[in-house]
């Protein structure tokens, strides 16, 4: 069984009317007046992703990226600012906008970092700077993902916009609050591929996600 790491990102700008408070990581159905649910993430509702005429997009072309290992235990935990900080202290100067990353490889979006044979499961880091015009300050910000797997973090200028589980399902944060409008912007991204264990692995109790044999 191999998983790939694959990360597919853009911007979208809506209406400001349409801005909601998505400080939540997590996925639900929402009653609404007892007659019909609505999914909703990160307090916003979730969309089909279909591209519709009336937004604007940003596509992003193109990132610098580097594997890195990194602590499983700690991308399975829940996010509160201490286990934030400590995502931020185990990148390093990596999550920094001036950080040479001249040595890191270049990709244009989207990608897959362990194509096939590759069984690589561990960490990945990504950095992606993008310029939002001033005109743009009037819109609400969206990063969308189209996927990432598996375990997605997401820094826009400095500040933790979100965390998100699933390697197959788009998501989106709201960034409007910490862009910058006529300016370049800069997004680091941690995603962790936690490794998928035998069950008799010294430790498949501790890092595997879902148990399985190798036929």
Same mark, same amino acid.
């Given at each position: 069984? @191999?998983?790939?790491?694959?990360?597919?990102?853009?911007? *979208? *700008? *809506?209406?400001?009317? &349409?801005? /909601?408070?998505?400080?939540?990581? %997590?996925? !639900? &159905?929402?009653? +609404?007046?007892?007659?019909? +649910?609505?999914?909703?993430?990160?307090?916003?509702?979730?969309?089909?992703? !279909?591209?519709?005429?009336?937004?604007?997009?940003?596509?992003?072309?193109?990132?610098?990226?580097?594997?890195?290992?990194?602590?499983?235990?700690?991308?399975? /935990?829940?996010?509160? =600012?201490?286990?934030?900080? !400590?995502?931020? !202290?185990?990148?390093?100067?990596?999550?920094?906008?001036?950080?040479?990353? #001249?040595?890191?490889?270049?990709?244009?979006? =989207?990608?897959?970092?362990?194509?096939?044979?590759?069984?690589?499961? %561990?960490?990945?880091?990504?950095?992606?700077? $993008?310029?939002?015009?001033?005109?743009?300050?009037?819109?609400?910000?969206?990063?969308?993902? &189209?996927?990432?797997?598996?375990?997605?973090?997401?820094?826009?200028?400095?500040?933790?916009?979100?965390?998100?589980?699933?390697?197959?399902?788009? +998501? #989106?944060?709201?960034?409007?609050?910490?862009?910058? +409008?006529?300016?370049?912007?800069?997004?680091?991204?941690?995603?962790?591929?936690?490794?998928?264990?035998? %069950?008799? #692995?010294? %430790? /498949?109790?501790?890092? @595997?996600? $879902? =148990?399985?044999?190798?036929?």
């Amino acid at each position: 069984m @191999t998983r790939k790491i694959s990360i597919y990102i853009l911007i *979208l *700008l *809506l209406p400001l009317s &349409l801005m /909601a408070d998505i400080n939540r990581g %997590d996925f !639900q &159905l929402e009653d +609404f007046n007892g007659e019909y +649910f609505i999914p909703v993430q990160y307090r916003s509702i979730y969309p089909d992703f !279909q591209k519709q005429h009336d937004r604007i997009y940003l596509y992003l072309k193109e990132c610098s990226y580097a594997r890195k290992k990194v602590d499983h235990d700690l991308s399975l /935990a829940g996010r509160t =600012p201490s286990s934030i900080r !400590q995502l931020e !202290q185990e990148a390093g100067k990596s999550i920094q906008k001036d950080f040479n990353d #001249a040595e890191w490889a270049r990709e244009k979006l =989207p990608f897959v970092v362990n194509r096939y044979p590759d069984r690589y499961m %561990d960490g990945v880091y990504y950095r992606i700077k $993008v310029f939002i015009p001033e005109n743009y300050s009037k819109n609400i910000l969206k990063l969308v993902f &189209l996927g990432a797997n598996y375990i997605t973090d997401v820094w826009v200028n400095g500040k933790w916009a979100g965390v998100h589980e699933g390697g197959f399902t788009s +998501f #989106a944060f709201g960034i409007s609050s910490c862009a910058r +409008f006529g300016k370049e912007n800069f997004i680091f991204i941690r995603l962790d591929n936690v490794p998928w264990l035998t %069950d008799s #692995a010294p %430790d /498949a109790n501790k890092h @595997t996600i $879902v =148990p399985y044999k190798q036929m």
